[in-house]
């Protein structure tokens, strides 16, 4: 079955840093999704990545999708205290990406100290 | 901006008992996940509807896990009796469907279970 491994586990910068998180598949990947959880609350929608190479940006949060290497790195710049969370990259597994199942990596803690 | 709502959003129960939880997705998605979250893990997917039928319920527990959505719209997943290792959150998700590149899967804001 695939996997979705996320780098590092948990990360504490200061406020005005940049940060770059990665999730690497075990098996190719057919997209990529990158949520936002605050403690104890749903996932927040951030972009999707379809296609290798593809980059997307929101305000200060950069995707970017590499296929070939099977991964998947999300970059914060100039982080702020509104950044910390948790974030989670998804994917659809081969098969099912026309179901819209979406399995999960564990996720990345991310703390911004003011 | 609609949103994905659950109830309740806390839930303590003891062992054997039985609980439900209640979705009702973002008007207008066909599909409907249930989505598991252990704490410090990811969410595993439990169920899915397209509509009111169940396109993928390998992972529910069915021995003790139900999940309907009868009228294809809002949904309600039970769990009898439950057991200490079901305390976890459980999310519920929804999109338009057509496949992930169509829509992105939208989530509420979850149920946490306790069980004692």
Known sequence: ?114 | EAEVAQSPRYKITEKSQAVAFWCDPISGHATLYWYRQILGQGPELLVQFQDESVVDDSQLPKDRFSAERLKGVDSTLKIQPAELGDSAMYLCASSLGGGVYNSPLHFGNGTRLTVT
């Open chain 1, 1 to 114: 079955s695939q996997e979705l491994e996320q780098s590092p586990q948990s990360l504490i910068v200061q406020e005005g840093k940049n940060l770059t998180i990665n999730c690497t598949s075990s098996k190719t990947l057919y997209g990529l999704y990158w949520y936002k959880q605050k403690y104890g609350e749903g996932l927040i929608f951030l972009m999707m990545l379809q296609k290798g190479g593809e980059e997307k940006s929101h305000e200060k949060i950069t995707a970017k999708l590499d296929e070939k290497k099977q991964q998947s790195s999300l970059h914060i710049t100039a982080s702020q205290p509104s950044h910390a969370g948790i974030y989670l990259c998804g994917a659809p597994t081969h098969g099912s990406s026309n179901t819209g199942k979406l399995i999960f990596g564990q996720g990345t803690t991310l703390q911004v100290k003011p």
